[in-house]
């Protein structure tokens, strides 16, 4: 071989490997929703549809992906309710604030999470504002005094196995359970 065909073949080899590369990255992107979204360190995604932070979310039970940058797995996943509208409830008799007791407190036992490698399921359907505060208080009598006006929220954090990076999620479930109609007055 002579020394223009070795610059050919150079020349050859360098642009396939650009070209490999660039379709490497076009691909990895794609799959990855680079190029409908922001960059994220850990997202969600249900199916090949990606879950967005700034939307919410009515969820029953659902499996959710957890994709993560970086070739190191795990991740933790818990549930906080974040409404700010407070509203009253018995415990036993016992009357509590949902601001004072449970706003921003780990109510993830109440959605019985199942993790597993890189998926998780929450089992949301037919949930009920009395469920989540019966899971909360297993055993006990839960009974809802004062209702709030508009639905619960819940915010669904997922944080990846460097414990820095987070995904949050904001949804809701139904609200109250029925209305009961007595006489002279009106029990929720």
């Given at each position: 071989?002579?020394?223009?065909?070795?610059?050919?073949?150079?020349?050859?080899?360098?642009?396939?490997?650009?070209?490999?590369?660039?379709?490497?990255?076009?691909?990895?992107?794609?799959?990855?929703?680079w190029f409908t979204t922001s960059f994220e360190f850990v997202y969600l995604s249900s199916g090949s549809k990606r879950l967005h932070r700034d939307a919410v979310y009515r969820l029953g039970d659902v499996r959710l992906d957890v994709r993560q940058f970086g070739l190191k797995?795990?991740?933790?996943?818990?549930?906080?309710?974040?409404s700010e509208e407070d509203f009253v409830?018995?415990?036993?008799?016992?009357?509590?604030?949902?601001?004072?007791?449970?706003?921003?407190k780990d109510v993830s036992a109440a959605f019985g999470i199942v993790q597993g490698e890189s998926s998780f399921e929450l089992h949301a359907?037919?949930?009920f504002l009395e469920d989540?505060?019966?899971?909360?208080?297993?055993?006990?009598?839960?009974?809802?005094?004062?209702a709030p006006q508009q639905a619960v929220m819940y915010k669904l954090v997922v944080?990846?196995?460097?414990?820095?990076?987070?995904?949050?999620?904001?949804?809701?479930?139904?609200?109250?359970?029925?209305i009961e109609v007595v006489p002279d007055h009106v029990v929720f």
């Open positions: 071989m002579d020394k223009h065909e070795e610059k050919i073949i150079t020349i050859c080899t360098i642009v396939l490997l650009v070209i490999l590369c660039a379709v490497f990255v076009v691909v990895w992107g794609y799959n990855s929703d797995h795990g991740y933790t996943v818990y549930v906080v309710p974040v409830y018995n415990v036993d008799g016992v009357p509590h604030s949902y601001l004072d007791t449970l706003l921003g359907k037919d949930m989540m505060l019966q899971a909360v208080y297993p055993g006990r009598d839960v009974q809802i005094v004062l944080t990846g196995h460097d414990g820095k990076h987070c995904f949050e999620l904001m949804f809701y479930c139904r609200g109250i359970a029925g």
